[in-house]
C-alpha cells in the first residue's frame, strides 16, 4: 500500500482533562469504520491508565487516569493503532423482536407514515424488513443505537422531547431506529411497543443485545 | 438500623458511584459532592467509598433504631439530634432512639449522611449507588421514602465516639459556593468550542448563568441571553460525561451530571474540571455560575491540590477520632 489518501484520519478532542474523543471526518454512519472503532476501543482498554473506553457512532471516548497517563501519548498510541487498519467484524447473535405496531403505544405510526408519503402498512413493511446492526450501547442502560434504518423512514426528531415514553417503546430519530429499554423522557417518535426486555441489572450479562447483534423487527399486529 | 421518617425532596443512597458500564449505557450515578461524601465517611471511620445518604434542600428526617457512629456534611444546613443543634461537617455518636434531622440549608443544597460501617445494600455491578433513572442500586432501585429501614455493615473500627468533632467547613472551604456571587467553574474547551461563533464564545464567559428549576442530578439547565449557534450542527451520538456543557437548539447551555445519558450529540463547549464538579452538587436552584477556560495541566494541577486536602482532612480525622473516643 503507498497511498492512504482515503483513509479517515484520527481528530481528537478532549473532554476534560481525563478523556479524549476521537472521531473522523468522515459524513454519515459507516458499518466498517465502525468495526475498526469496535477494535480500537478493544485494544486500547488494556492499556495501563486507560480508565474506560465508550464506542459511540463512528468514533470513540478513552476515560484515563489524568494523574499516570498523558494525553499526548495517548493519543499517539491511539493514532498508531488506528492506521494498524485492524477491524472487528463482529458475527453478532440475531435478535428477533415482536412489535405491535400503532395504536396508543405507537401513537406516532400514522401521521409519520403520511409524512413519508406511505400507507401504514407500507411504512411498517419497511421498518420490518430492515436489517439493523447494533452500533454502539449507550444514553441509557441497554439501549441500542441501531445502523440500517430505510431512509424513507427517516423522520426529523420532535421540537420538545415527551416527557415520558414508555420501556419496549419502538421509536425512530432522525435517520436512527431503537427500541427504549426503560421509561425515559424522548424525543423521538413512537411506532410501536415490544414486550421484549432489553436490560435486567442482575444478570451477569446484563443487556440483551451487544455492539455487533443484528435486530429483526416482526410484525406482531398493525393497531388502528 | 435506620428508619427514613422523611426523606426531603429527594435522598437516596450514594456512593463513590457506578464506573465501567458506560459501554452498556449505564452512566455513572454517585454522589454529586464526592468530597463530602468521602469526608463523612472518613469521619465515622469508613472507607470513603462507603454508601451514605444524599439529600437534597432538607426536610430530612431519620431514627436510629440502635447505637451508632454518624457524620453530616456538604452544605451548610440546619441539622439536629433530637432537637440539639449540630454543626455541619460533624461527627459523634447517637443512641438508639434519637431523631437526627437536616433542614433546608443556609448555603448549599445537598447533605451526605455516613454511618460507622456503611449502609448495607446489595451492589450493583460493582456499587451501591442508585440509578434513579435505570431503577437499580441504592434501596429498591428508588430513592428514599418515609418508612423504609436500611441495614447498616458491622463497622471494622467499632470504637465509640465520647465526644463529636468536626471540621470548620467554612474557613477551609470545604462548602464550595459563596451566596450573593455567581459560583466560579473552570472547563477545558470541547470539540465544537472553535465551531461556535467568537461572539458566543465571549458571551458564554462572560455572562452569570442562571440554574433553572427543573435542574437536577440528570442535568443542570442554564438561563440567560441564548447564544448564537452559528453553523454548529447536530453530531452523531458520541459518549459524554459529568461535566459536559453542550448547547441544544435553543442556545441556552445544559451541564450533564451524574446522572446523565452515556451518550449525547449536542454541540459541547466545553467540559468542566474534575476539581470543580462538586459546585453543582451545592449551587442552589436560582444561583448562579460563571465559566472560565483553564488548560490541562491546571485541571490536573486543581485536582491534585483537591486530594491534598483531602488527605489533610483524612490525617485531622484520624488524629480526632483518637482524641474523642
Known amino acids: 500500500m503507498d497511498s492512504r489518501s482515503d483513509e479517515p484520519e484520527l481528530h481528537f478532542s478532549a473532554m476534560g482533562e481525563a478523556a479524549l474523543l476521537c472521531q473522523t471526518a468522515t459524513a454519515g454512519l459507516d458499518l466498517s469504520e465502525q468495526e475498526r472503532f469496535w477494535a480500537l476501543a478493544d485494544d486500547i482498554e488494556r492499556e495501563p491508565g486507560v480508565r474506560e473506553v465508550v464506542p459511540g457512532m463512528n468514533n470513540l471516548l478513552v476515560m484515563f487516569d489524568p494523574l499516570n497517563a498523558d494525553p499526548r501519548a495517548l493519543a499517539a498510541l491511539l493514532t498508531d493503532r488506528w492506521a494498524s487498519g485492524k477491524a472487528r467484524a463482529v458475527a453478532g447473535k440475531i435478535v428477533e423482536v415482536p412489535v405491535s405496531y400503532g395504536g396508543v403505544d405507537g401513537e406516532d405510526l400514522n401521521w409519520i407514515a403520511e409524512r413519508a408519503g406511505l400507507s401504514v402498512e407500507e411504512f411498517v413493511s419497511l421498518h420490518a424488513a430492515g436489517d439493523y446492526t447494533v452500533y454502539a450501547l449507550g444514553s441509557q442502560p441497554g439501549f441500542a443505537y441501531l445502523g440500517g434504518l430505510d431512509m424513507r423512514l427517516a423522520t426529523p426528531r420532535r421540537e420538545t422531547p415527551r416527557p415520558r415514553v414508555e420501556a419496549g417503546s419502538v421509536i425512530i430519530g432522525g435517520a436512527q431506529a431503537g427500541v427504549l429499554s426503560r421509561t425515559t423522557p424522548s424525543g423521538w417518535h413512537i411506532i410501536g411497543r415490544t414486550e421484549l426486555e432489553f436490560f435486567n441489572p442482575e444478570e451477569a450479562e446484563p443487556t440483551l443485545l451487544l455492539p455487533g447483534d443484528k435486530l429483526w423487527f416482526v410484525v406482531k399486529e398493525i393497531k388502528a | ?325
Request: aromatic content about 6%; some cysteine.
Open chain 2, 1 to 325: 438500623m435506620i428508619e427514613i421518617v422523611h426523606p426531603g425532596i429527594l435522598a437516596s443512597i450514594q456512593d463513590l458511584g457506578r464506573p465501567g458500564y458506560r459501554r452498556i449505557g449505564v452512566g455513572l450515578s454517585g454522589a454529586m459532592d464526592e468530597l463530602a461524601l468521602k469526608v463523612a465517611n472518613i469521619m465515622v471511620g469508613n472507607p470513603s467509598s462507603a454508601a451514605g445518604i444524599e439529600t437534597t434542600l432538607g426536610g430530612f428526617e431519620l431514627r436510629f433504631t440502635r447505637d451508632t457512629s454518624f457524620a453530616v456534611t456538604g452544605a451548610d444546613a440546619d441539622v439536629t439530634l433530637d432537637g440539639g443543634a449540630i454543626p455541619c461537617w460533624w461527627a459523634q455518636d447517637a443512641r438508639a432512639g434519637q431523631v437526627l434531622k437536616a433542614r433546608s440549608p443556609r448555603l448549599g443544597m445537598r447533605t451526605y449522611v455516613a454511618f460507622a460501617g456503611g449502609i448495607d445494600v446489595p451492589e450493583v455491578m460493582g456499587s451501591r449507588s442508585t440509578d434513579l433513572k435505570g431503577g437499580f442500586g441504592g434501596f429498591a432501585g428508588r430513592a428514599l421514602a418515609a418508612g423504609d429501614m436500611l441495614d447498616l455493615h458491622e463497622p471494622a473500627d467499632a470504637s465509640r465516639l465520647k465526644r463529636g468533632f468536626g471540621l470548620s467547613a467554612r474557613k477551609a472551604s470545604l462548602i464550595p459556593i459563596v451566596s450573593e456571587e455567581a459560583t466560579a467553574v473552570r472547563m477545558l474547551p470541547a470539540a465544537e468550542w472553535e465551531v461556535f461563533p467568537p461572539l458566543a464564545r465571549e458571551e458564554f464567559l462572560d455572562a452569570h448563568w442562571k440554574v433553572l428549576p427543573d435542574s437536577n442530578r440528570i442535568g443542570y439547565r442554564l438561563d440567560g441571553a441564548a447564544l448564537d449557534t452559528g453553523n454548529v450542527k447536530e453530531l452523531l451520538s458520541h459518549g459524554i460525561l459529568p461535566g459536559t456543557v453542550q448547547v441544544p437548539p435553543s442556545g441556552k447551555p445544559v451541564v450533564q451530571l451524574n446522572d446523565a445519558n452515556t451518550c449525547g450529540g449536542y454541540p459541547k463547549l466545553g467540559v468542566v474540571i474534575a476539581a470543580d464538579l462538586r459546585k453543582f452538587a451545592q449551587l442552589r436552584l436560582g444561583g448562579l455560575v460563571r465559566f472560565s477556560l483553564v488548560t490541562a495541566g491546571e485541571a490536573v494541577e486543581a485536582l491534585k491540590e483537591q486530594q491534598r486536602v483531602l488527605q489533610q482532612i483524612a490525617t485531622q480525622c484520624t488524629l480526632a477520632r483518637r482524641f474523642v473516643q
